[in-house]
């Protein structure tokens, strides 16, 4: 919906008066003709503008007058003559800021009849008609700048082609002589590139073709039919006339080349002042009267004094310096003055004209005002916003319809006419916000207490309702008044976004409902009926916004940043503002407001309103873009706004999309504030974006004055006819709904005609004054508001240059325009535009980087219509230093080798590789209109600006989202942007626009489906109208499959991908973490019967041995634990059967001195742990947030995220529109590594100490006496702060996390877990709760009060993600209590099951009975297929992902079910599983993570290294047993005096009973150190030496591994003395083990 000012074109200048007809110099003649203008007369001013600098000439008797450069101004008393006569106009003056010579002149009202009769060229113009007054020439100018308002006088056509040829023409020819030494040097280059000479080159594009002809009888008078004025008197100033720049001792080279005898009149007795903005002139400055040190680099502020008729130019007034450029306060320094935003404080008569404080409504005006505080009424606005100046409410009427409100602070009651206040709110007339801060229009008291809608306290409100049909979301029946509101709740745009996703509104909101004459806190019936109330305005405003543009509304809409800010003010985060259901929802109902209130002050003061217009696009201009547009195949039909829309909506690419938008903007007009009574033709009313014939401006009176104003208005027409339908009106409903709110009958009396005069504007013409400076102010703040965020932008990128490869950003760039001269892109990304030029693309100058390595240079270019064809030459390659990440795994190179490999051109004829030989190269490059670009951002500080180059050699990268994140961990960006990469794309269905790059670089699973969807883009890119060939190239991750092979080439594309695979392995999240990050293992082990991750896990474990030699000892428990070691022993056999020698091959064959052995768990071993609920820190924020990838993700308040988060196991909620911020968790942040593995109820005493140690830290600095002791204390602090933002981001984790602990459904969760795994039964409170989870009632409960349409539509009572809560406690009772399990209750819950979530769910239940976890009572159904049984159907199905694991040991053992209940009750007793004396604060025991619960995986660690925890007083004959030496194959239990404790040494010695409850094989496997047989017992005495002197046993856990685990083990490690290392298929929780078993709609 925005709309831009029509730019001028440029021009040159130069003095008018020699084309006019002498002048008539008596000072009486106030009549003026076509043909001559009085210059005689002054406007009467206490400073004479006419009069000239006294500093600039010496005495009259000394020397002569110098001749006039401009004419004198008309008087006021002339002027306000010749604009009744209709002999002159007024108008608001823009000088175009590329060529301050031209300008032009938008009329302040239509012109009257008396003018167009004396002026018949002016026929057909209007105010807004976009075909403004053009003022040729400075002298035509006559000393007036942009802003100011001024009389002109339009000039007959033939002094106006006096004047082109004066100003103009030598400025044509100037630019025509440019272009033929374009067209010389293009000629000539293209001779150089094909060895022809000069007139033999085979260019066939010739400039002459394009440039403007030099004949001096050229006359685009005629032509384009412009009507030429010029100013005659200034009748009001912009501003203060102060502006920023510098100064300098030197005239400038165009003064003393123009005017070189009036500089030589000033000697040295003067300095001279260069603004910043270009459409000024420069200044001159006593020199006694500037700072004595000044220099170019300071900046400094000076105000215009005066301008005489003898002076080419301006004397100036030093105010103040502002220093040297660079720095963020500067530059805002520089945008506040260059824009003139008010930065004083409010003067004493301002502020007494505030009421006292406290401040409560008066009962004068509850007794004059509707009553509306019972209703529930509320704010959405942005969650940093304290100026709520709009609240809504909707309720459904007894008839079925809606009433809904749109409630606005009444700002007009504060502000009343002509007061001190009043004053200076007009001047200022907007609140100007910038990045960091905002300006406001009105002192704080008013915007952010009295005037502000805060929730739970009394607000005057000017209120708009309609009964609206909910069907159809029109309006029946309009009610205007003025209200006394009590808002209910201050939500977020988020907040409502989270409504509308179908979740309910946060706890923490504040609520508050209204009894007893004040404000309390609500009941939870309130906050439901905000919610349904959301639900509605979402519905009603859906059907508003397309009926809008089903109606003919345009929307042009633009890229917005948003900044994240440091301590210091400095941005460290940048993103585009995101527009979601709920800002659309606002601005629906405002929009309707704005109209509704336009309408009603219309209908009753037709000549006495300010509304705001939006005129169509420069015709001319809209066309040109059109014509263009049509030549790259994009037709827009330049008609009505409607049209414009509906081709707009025909284009699909977001990028092209945006693009044109941006295009559409040069030819739109602004909207513009107006008086009625300036425009005769009420069709000048229209607003052309939004058409619609009225519309105003009422919904935001904190930030501007003109819908103070307007409020003004509206309160005089309902003081005259009331709340009631205004006469017959066309735009307002003649029906009056009996059920809008009761009048007070005070209220409801007729005012006097006094009263209404007083409220209203006096004259018409303040109206348009008032206007007039609305506009002004209004593009001033948005001018700053946009330097502002270039400003942050620039200094953004530059802090992010310094941590990348190269200086600048890379980005993504569309060709917008493309002429002989230059190339001109826009980037969506930032919402910038640059621009390419040809001759510095050619010279090498900063226009050109090269990813490749390569050195390149422009050669010959060809423009053709709308497209250019490029001739790169390529230098010999540069070598550059790759880099790794050190602590990377030697894998990552295999990445950088295939990333060199893939260097790609970017365009669609040739490509260029590293390490080519040639010399030099050449390729042809054709880029026209919506070209997609790589490009570069490259920032400079002083003055803030930002330029791009064009960059050559790149490719794009596309990653499956399951394997990104740890490639991320790995692989530094600035690696792979050395190797070509400029953006990374998710792989995702649909189509994949990678712009300009030719690479296209796939890393993915080896999934069929993944397969479809890269197919079908590459399909797509190859059938493509792009001018660029696309290469593709695919890298499975971890290997590649027959079956993927087979998906691609009956798809047909396999022939045009490169395949590869990518042995990833093991990722180092920690020093004691290994994961494979592989999805969903379990499931595809025992569900799907895909063994592919065991190869993975096999291969990674060999890629281990190879480096640290194979491991000594291998043991494990689960059948997948067999068949891994059975694969580790198989392939070390084969590697030393190949004789292989040096490298890893040598380390594959010796035994490893790093690991005494590997221990590898069947998760299906222990199904127990993954289900229950994590009690320590890390795994209790992985329940909430979820950690993926070693961090977690959070919107700007961690608790946001709370209920959407963790539930999955996943990351934040996908629909959070809270910006993201990700925050690493790793041992890095030293306080994360000392609370990670706590229990929960430890971590607060523990943040605490900290922060007392933190605080004695920063104390330390004040008993630093010695320099030595300072220095010190400074090299400290850099650690101490860094730990203090950590500190505050875990205080803000824990918080979080605190709430969900504090939850009765925590409670109530975890009470269950721990009465299942203690043996005991549920009782009737923890019965009750288990069977509400199921209740169909609760999973689908109606908000109370909601009927209709909209139930149903509500969302339900059940939480998030609930399906997992039920599931992971319905396995658990099915795991511990089974033999419980009546077959009555199974199959009620499976029916509740089913009727709540869905009957998809009937495949989730039999998916868990299939693997183990939810076994039916007295099921009939089959054990669970072993692993041989498994291999067996994968062999004779053909299935390839298991195709090289059928040669492996497979053991012959009979199927058996998992572990269940009777099992469990032994192994609790016997492995001591239930600790009741855990100490959770000083754990001694690894039950600590469950608060009394160890897990199975663990204890069994501890029977292997004869740990005393797994030892009960009941067992005494195994204690015995275990006493035997250590020579015998059962060796006794260590102590646990941490020097004889750790790794394991003698296997299961003694635990067969336990091993033999337990599902699946027993392994373990010594290895001999060479192929020959080894006798046993030689080899178990050298494992066991050698096991006592290694450092660390590795702990393998098939099918994920939790954090609890994990913190289990690094408790073991420091209790043993000895490093347990964990390596997993994937670190898992209980919602993301069972996700891959739930089934999904489709």
């Known amino acids: 919906m925005a709309a831009t000012d029509n730019m001028a074109s440029a021009a040159s200048s130069s003095n008018w008066r020699n084309t006019r007809n002498s002048h008539n110099t008596d000072s009486n003649n106030t009549i003026i003709t076509s043909t001559s203008i009085s210059t005689s007369t002054h406007i009467q001013n206490p400073v004479d503008p006419n009069a000239s600098l006294p500093l600039c000439h010496q005495s009259a008797s000394k020397r002569p007058l110098p001749p006039k450069v401009y004419d004198a101004y008309y008087s006021p008393e002339q002027v306000q003559t010749q604009l009744d006569a209709g002999y002159i106009l007024r108008g608001v003056l823009r000088i175009n800021p590329k060529n301050r010579t031209d300008a032009y002149v938008s009329l302040d009202e239509s012109p009257s009849e008396k003018c167009l009769h004396n002026y018949p060229q002016l026929q057909g113009y209007d105010v807004g008609s976009g075909d403004d007054i053009y003022i040729c020439g400075e002298p035509s100018r006559n000393r007036a700048i942009s802003g100011d308002t001024v009389a002109i006088k339009i000039l007959s056509n033939s002094n106006a082609k ?6 103009r023409l030598a400025n044509d020819r100037r630019i025509d002589q440019l272009k033929e030494r374009r067209r010389n040097r293009l000629d000539r280059m293209a001779a150089a590139a094909s060895n022809l000479p000069s007139n033999q080159s085979g260019n066939s594009q010739s400039l002459s073709d394009t440039s403007y002809s030099t004949n001096d009888s050229k006359e685009p008078i005629a032509e384009d039919k ?55 002139p420069y200044m001159i400055i006593p020199k006694d009267g500037a700072p004595e040190d000044f220099h170019k680099k300071r900046f400094c502020t000076v105000r215009m004094d005066r301008w005489g008729i003898r002076d080419p130019f301006p004397s100036a007034v030093f105010v103040k310096d502002l220093g040297e450029r660079g720095t963020i306060d500067i530059e805002t320094h520089i945008i506040l003055e260059e824009n003139g935003v008010c930065t004083d404080p409010f003067t004493p008569s301002a502020l007494r004209c505030l009421p006292s404080s406290p401040w409560e409504v008066p009962i004068r005006e509850l007794e004059r005002r509707t009553d509306l505080r019972k209703s529930c009424i509320f704010t959405i606005d942005p969650p940093t916003a304290r100026d709520l100046d709009d609240a809504v409410s909707c309720t459904r009427l007894p008839n079925g319809n809606m009433l809904v409100g749109v409630h606005i602070a009444d700002v007009s009651f504060f502000v009343r006419p002509n007061t001190s206040l009043d004053i200076q709110a007009r001047q200022r007339a907007t609140t100007t916000y910038l990045v960091q801060r905002a300006y406001p229009m009105l002192p704080s008291m008013l915007c952010e207490d009295l005037c502000s809608l805060n929730p739970g306290v009394d607000r005057l409100a000017f209120s708009v309702m309609w009964e609206m049909d909910p069907a159809t979301a029109t309006v029946k029946s309009t009610w205007f008044g003025r209200t006394v509101i009590n808002s209910a709740c201050k939500l977020a745009y988020d907040d409502a976004q989270h409504v509308i996703d179908g979740n309910h509104l946060s706890d923490s909101i504040p609520c508050y409902g209204f009894s007893s004459g004040k404000a309390v806190p609500a009941s939870h019936s309130r906050k439901t009926q905000i919610e349904a109330s959301i639900i509605w305005f979402y519905k009603l405003s859906k059907i508003m916004r397309q009926r809008r543009f089903d109606n003919g509304a345009l929307s042009l809409n633009s890229v917005k940043l948003s900044f994240e800010l440091d301590e210091a003010g400095e941005p460290i985060d940048c993103w585009p503002y995101a527009i979601k259901d709920s800002n659309r929802l606002i601005e629906e109902f405002m929009l309707l407001a704005n109209m509704s209130v336009a309408a009603r002050i219309e209908a009753t003061f037709p000549d006495a309103s300010l509304l705001r217009r939006h005129s169509p696009p420069l015709s001319r201009r809209l066309i040109d873009v059109c014509k263009q547009l049509e030549a790259s195949g994009v037709h827009l039909s330049p008609g009505s706004s409607g049209e414009l829309q509906e081709s707009l909506s025909k ?68 003081g005259l006819f009331g709340n009631h339908v205004v006469g017959d009106h066309p735009l307002l409903p003649q029906y009056y709904s009996p059920f809008f709110p009761k009048t007070p009958p005070e209220s409801s009396l007729t005012a006097s005609a006094k009263v209404v005069q007083s409220l209203l504007i006096p004259k018409s013409r303040t109206i348009a004054e008032i206007a007039h400076q609305c506009n002004l102010r209004k593009d001033a703040a948005k001018k700053a508001q946009d330097a502002s965020s270039k400003l942050y932008l620039v200094h953004y990128l530059m802090s992010m240059s310094k941590r990348l490869v190269t200086p600048d950003v890379i980005s993504l760039g569309v060709v917008t325009k493309v002429t002989q001269e230059k190339i001109i892109v826009t980037l969506p990304t930032f919402g910038i535009e640059g621009t390419l030029y040809m001759d510095r693309l050619a010279d090498r100058k900063n226009q050109v980087l090269s990813i490749d390595a390569r050195d390149w240079k422009l050669r010959l270019w060809t423009v053709e219509a709308a497209s250019v064809t490029l001739v790169w030459e390529a230098g010999a390659p540069k070598h550059k230093k790759q880099t790794l990440k050190e602590s990377a795994p030697n894998s990552v190179a295999d990445l950088s080798g295939k990333l060199s490999a893939l260097v790609i051109d970017d365009n669609g004829h040739g490509s260029v590789h590293f390490g080519h030989k040639q010399t030099s190269e050449r390729i042809t490059q054709r880029i026209q209109i919506f070209s997609k670009v790589t490009v570069s951002v490259l920032a400079t500080k002083s003055p803030p600006d930002l330029s791009v180059r064009l960059i050559r050699g790149s490719k794009a990268l596309v990653l499956d989202k399951e394997v990104s994140g740890a490639l991320s961990m790995i692989v530094d960006f600035g690696l792979l942007k050395e190797h070509g990469v400029e953006k990374i794309f998710l792989l995702e269905a649909g189509p994949l626009d990678t712009g300009a790059t030719k690479g296209v670089f796939y890393f993915t699973l080896p999934h069929v489906q993944k397969m479809r969807i890269i197919a079908e883009q590459v399909k797509a890119g190859l059938q493509g109208a792009s001018d660029v060939a696309k290469e593709y190239s695919l890298q499975l991750v971890p290997r590649r499959t027959l079956l993927c092979e087979r998906v691609l080439e009956e798809e047909g594309v396999l022939g045009d991908i490169t395949l590869g695979e990518y042995h990833m392995d093991f990722i180092p999240l920690e020093d004691d973490v290994l994961s494979l990050e592989l999805p969903a293992t379990f499931k595809e082990l025992y569900l799907d019967g895909d063994f592919s991750s065991i190869q993975y896990t096999a291969r990674a474990l060999m890629r281990l041995q190879g480096l640290f030699g194979f491991f000594p000892r291998i043991v494990g428990k689960g059948d997948f634990s067999q068949i891994l070691a059975d694969s580790l022993t198989r392939m070390r056999l084969e590697l030393m059967s190949t004789g292989l020698s040096g490298g890893n091959a040598n380390n594959a064959l010796a035994i490893s001195s790093t690991f005494d052995s590997v221990v590898i768990i069947d998760r299906a071993v222990d199904l127990t742990t993954p289900l229950l609920t ?63 593995g706590m229990n929960f109820s430890a971590v607060g005493n523990m943040l605490s100490k900290i922060s007392r140690q933190l605080q004695d830290s920063y104390e330390s600095r004040h008993k630093a006496k010695t320099v030595q002791e300072i220095r010190s204390f400074v090299g400290k602090l850099g650690g101490l702060q860094s730990e203090h933002q950590s500190l505050k981001i875990h205080v803000s984790l824990a918080e979080t996390v605190l709430k969900r602990t504090q939850s009765d459904d925590f409670s109530a969760i975890l009470d269950i877990e721990q009465t299942l795994v203690g043996g005991g039964d549920l009782n009737q409170e923890q019965l009750a709760y288990f069977n509400r989870l ?36 319905l396995c658990l009772y099915s795991l511990w209590r089974g033999s419980h399990f009546k077959q009555k209750t199974y199959e009620a819950w499976y029916e509740e099951i089913i009727a709540g979530f869905g009957y998809h769910h009937s495949i989730t239940i039999d998916n868990l009975g299939k693997v183990g ?34 040669n492996c040991i497979v053991p012959s053992t009979k199927p058996r079910n998992p572990v269940h209940t009777n099992q469990l009750s032994f192994l609790r007793k016997t492995l001591n599983l239930v600790v009741s004396d855990v100490r959770e604060n000083d754990p001694d025991d690894i039950s600590f993570v469950y608060s009394g619960y160890a897990p199975i995986s663990i204890r069994l660690l501890q029977c292997l290294v004869r740990d005393p925890a797994v030892y009960t007083t009941g067992s005494s004959s195994r204690y015995a047993a275990l006493l035997r030496p250590l020579g015998d194959s059962k060796s006794r239990p260590a102590q646990r005096d941490g020097q004889n404790m750790g790794g394991v040494k003698s296997g299961w010695g003694g635990w067969d009973d336990v091993l033999s409850e337990l599902p699946g094989e027993t392994v373990d496997v010594v290895q001999s150190p060479s192929d020959r047989d080894t006798d046993a017992a030689i080899a178990d005495e050298m494992v066991k030496r050698l096991g006592e002197k290694a450092p660390a046993t590795l702990v393998v856990f098939l099918g994920g591994c939790t954090f609890t685990e994990i913190a289990a083990l690094r408790l073991l490690s420091q209790q043993h003395n000895h490093r347990y290392i964990a390596a997993t298929t994937q670190i898992i929780n209980g919602n993301s083990f069972l996700d891959p078993l739930i089934q999904k709609l489709p």
């Open 651 to 718: 284009v699909t690419d977001p990028e092209v999309r945006f693009t044109i938008e941006e295009m559409l903007t040069g030819p739109m007009q602004r909207a513009l504030y107006f008086s009625t009574h300036s425009i005769k033709d009420k069709a000048g009313y229209r607003h052309y974006a939004l058409n619609v014939p009225l519309y105003t401006h009422f919904t935001s009176p904190i930030r501007r004055y003109a819908d103070i104003i307007v409020h003004r208005t509206l309160e005089a027409s309902l």
């Open 226 to 280: 412009k009507v030429y004025g010029v100013v005659i008197a200034i009748i009001s100033h912009n501003s203060d006339r102060s502006f920023t720049g510098n100064i300098s001792a030197m005239a400038p080279t165009s003064a003393l080349k123009n005017h070189f005898a009036f500089v030589g009149s000033l000697g040295t007795s003067v300095v001279w002042f260069k603004p910043v903005n270009t459409a000024l």
């Open 1413 to 1446: 976890l939810l076994s039916p009572p007295s099921s009939t159904k089959p054990a669970a297929p072993s692993a041989q049984q498994r291999l067996t159907s994968a062999n004779t199905t053909g299935d390839s992902s298991t195709a090289g694991l059928l």
């Open 162 to 167: 006096g004047i082109y040829r004066t100003n």
């Open 1334 to 1369: 199921f209740s169909l009632a609760d999973l689908q409960a109606p908000v109370p009060g909601v009927g209709g349409e909209l139930k149903g539509q509500v969302p339900s009572t059940s939480i998030p993600n609930s399906i997992h809560k039920v599931l992971r406690l």
């Open 1174 to 1236: 994590q009690l320590t820190y890390e795994g209790l924020i992985s329940e909430t947030f979820g950690i993926i990838d070693g961090s977690v993700t959070l919107g700007s308040n961690a608790s946001a995220n709370t209920t959407q988060s963790g539930a999955s196991g996943s990351g934040p909620d996908a629909h959070s529109t809270a910006k993201r911020k990700r925050i690493t968790l790793n041992n890095s942040d030293s306080i994360y590594r000392i609370v990670r």
